[in-house]
């Protein structure tokens, strides 16, 4: 399969920039486009958090995909994070859906957040899940390759 049109979701932090250096490897691979989206949630927003967070996402789009054209997608949404996720991949096409797994709501025995299990679980698409590599486990995997 063929992974050109790629979709990777971001909250802006520290830990979701791990995920962006895969997807660019595989666009440039294949002359693929990257589309980064956000979520900002309706609790989470004032109009004017969304322009930070916009312009925030623009910044990340310019400065971390070195010079790949991104386009950057910003969605104020009532509904949970994952569910907007999928909404938007239901009017786009993607062949892969990037994203890393932050474990804030983990079930202790999957180690993978409630955000990333309900797209892996409901995705129409593969899925690449990045761990959190400031979990001490996957901290000391990857050092050690």
Do not use: W
């Not at 050109?4 to 962006?20: G, H, K, P």
């Amino acid at each position: 399969m063929l992974f050109d049109s790629i979709l990777v979701t971001t909250d802006l932090s520290q830990a979701s920039t791990i995920a962006f250096d895969l997807a660019l490897y595989q666009a440039k691979a294949v002359n693929g486009r990257i589309t980064l989206l956000s979520v900002l949630s309706e609790e989470e927003g004032t109009l004017l958090n969304k322009k930070d967070q916009e312009e925030q996402l623009n910044e990340f789009a310019q400065s971390r995909f070195h010079q790949t054209p991104v386009t950057p997608v910003l969605i104020h949404s009532k509904l949970p994070a994952a569910e907007a996720i999928l909404n938007f991949c239901e009017n786009e096409v993607f062949n892969l859906i990037v994203l890393s797994s932050h474990g804030k709501t983990a079930d202790r025995s999957i180690q993978i957040g409630s955000v990333a299990k309900t797209i892996l679980h409901h995705s129409s698409c593969p899925v690449l899940l990045i761990p959190n590599f400031s979990d001490l486990r996957y901290s000391q995997l990857h050092n050690s390759v």
